[in-house]
């Protein structure tokens, strides 16, 4: 039973190059999130999919897009990168009663 | 959506001291209440949480208490060592099937002084 499992662990980009953050549950959770963290800004929301199927902006959408591929995986796509994007990345899932969260041990992105 | 306040961003004690960590929240429907602990350069992981029907929950060293009238509860560790230096976070939510987007505070950095 691995949790949540992300990769990469590390990456670094140029500006304006494109990469995805693949995140996958073997919980059999519904809901799964992305989040941002950055020094002093807490964690937060990017996008989250309440279930197969949906997606949904959370605080901090734009430069992003998300898949849900199937129950297990959920994915973070940055289509045009920029510096502004430089973060520690983190995926949970969300046990449906009474709503702990899951994390994955985060992927550190420095883009250039 | 949920406005989350953390309160004190930063905290410093004494090994051996309590450390107490607020939060206030706007929803007036939030009924889970729960504190995270991320240690440095790990993922943030569920240390205690409460539902709105217990007005306080205990576990060996840390405590967690809600007010629902102000809209706060808080986190209380008794005894303080080393080992609780960390950022910790609430994330209170709304119940109910379609409140999923979760809101994390700014977080409460504690440092344990040996």
């Known amino acids: 039973n691995a949790g949540v499992t992300q990769t990469p662990k590390f990456q670094v980009l140029k500006t304006g190059q494109s990469m995805t953050l693949q995140c996958a549950q073997d919980?059999?959770?519904?809901?799964m999130y992305w989040y941002r963290q950055d020094p002093g800004m807490g964690l937060r929301l990017i996008y989250y999919s309440a279930s197969e199927g949906t997606t949904d902006k959370g605080e901090v959408p734009n430069g992003y897009n998300v898949s849900r591929l199937n129950k297990r995986e959920f994915s973070l796509r940055l289509e045009s990168a920029a510096p502004s994007q430089t973060s520690v990345y983190f995926c949970a899932s969300k046990h449906p009663a009474p709503g702990e969260l899951f994390f994955g041990e985060g992927s550190r992105l420095t883009v250039l | 959506g949920e406005n989350v306040e953390q309160h004190p961003s930063t905290l410093s004690v004494q090994e051996g001291d309590s450390a107490v960590i607020k939060c206030t929240y706007s929803d007036s429907a939030s009924n889970y209440f729960p504190w995270y602990k991320q240690e440095l350069g790990k993922r943030p992981q569920l240390i205690i949480d409460?539902?709105?029907?217990?007005g306080e929950k205990k576990d060996q060293r840390i405590a967690v208490t809600l007010n629902k009238t102000a809209k706060h509860f808080s986190l209380h560790i008794t005894e303080t060592q080393p080992e609780d230096s960390a950022v910790y976070f609430c994330?209170?939510?709304?119940?109910?099937?379609?409140?999923?987007?979760?809101?994390f505070g700014k977080g409460t950095l504690l440092t344990v002084n040996p």
């Open positions: 409460i539902r709105s029907n217990v």
């Open positions: 919980m059999n959770h519904n809901s």
């Open positions: 994330a209170p939510r709304a119940g109910g099937g379609s409140n999923y987007k979760l809101t």
